[in-house]
């Protein structure tokens, strides 16, 4: 499992040359690749792997105003509170787990 990991996460092109090779004709079968990404790619897929909550922190800075996470905070309340409206009309659920479920969504 941890060598599958490894090639699904490109982890493996960090590797020597024969490992690489290896990848490539899998992905020549697998994804009908013709290349390697070149490394700087490859650095890419490592960092955004090793840091994906700063990575999209970063981004999410860079590309969203102020006012959109409260918009976005918005909606996901208006969810919940429809979501909890739902759980309390819906009949196939016993109060237990009605009440388990609205825990859960507060």
Do not use: Q
């Amino acid at each position: 499992m941890l060598i599958w990991s490894a090639i699904r996460k490109e982890l493996i092109l960090t590797l020597p040359k024969k490992f690489k090779e290896a990848k490539l004709e899998f992905d020549k079968v697998y994804k009908g690749a013709k290349a390697n990404p070149p490394r700087e790619i490859i650095c890419s897929y490592i960092v955004i792997d090793s840091m994906d909550f700063a990575v999209g922190r970063m981004y999410v800075l860079k590309h969203f105003a102020n006012n959109s996470k409260k918009a976005a905070s918005e909606i996901i309340e208006n969810l919940r509170k429809e979501f909890i409206l739902i759980l309390k009309e819906i009949d196939w659920l016993d109060d237990e787990s009605r009440a388990l479920a609205i825990e859960k969504v507060v």
